[in-house]
């Protein structure tokens, strides 16, 4: 049974730190890139951050770039999205989703679309506040 396992999300004062986790069971890593992506309510889904186990490629969104990174523990099957420098327009429910041979080179590379990947878990709501 293939499962992504997203946790970490909570509550947190603008400055904070949280890190995510998103831990994979029924499949490997290896040949997939995980993808972090972020709804608000009323807002369009965006991909945050994005590591890739075929070409070690990664990508940030603009607006996380220098306070989010994002990591990978192949041996725990787990890929972590640290943040850090957290402001209140980050929160949202964080996903994480896998696609096998992904890349991450560009925001195009990594997609954001619910068909263009293999694997989805379930949420993670992370609130700042200010």
């Known amino acids: 049974d293939v499962q992504l396992q997203a946790s970490g999300g909570g509550l947190v004062q603008a400055g904070g730190s949280l890190r995510l986790s998103c831990a994979a069971s029924g499949f490997t890593f290896d040949d997939y890139a995980i993808g972090w992506f972020r709804q608000a309510p009323g807002k369009e889904r965006e991909g945050v951050s994005c590591?890739?186990?075929?070409?070690?490629?990664?990508y940030y969104a603009d607006s996380v770039k220098g306070r989010f990174t994002i990591s990978s523990d192949n041996a725990k099957n787990t890929v972590y999205l640290q943040m850090n420098s957290l402001k209140p327009e980050d929160t949202a429910v964080y996903y994480c989703?896998?696609?096998?041979?992904?890349?991450?080179?560009?925001?195009?590379?990594?997609?954001?679309?619910?068909?263009?990947?293999?694997?989805w878990g379930q949420g993670t709501q992370v609130t700042v506040s200010s």
């Open positions: 590591i890739s186990s075929s070409d070690g490629s990664t």
């Open positions: 989703a896998a696609r096998w041979m992904g890349n991450c080179t560009t925001a195009q590379a990594m997609g954001v679309m619910t068909w263009e990947y293999d694997y």
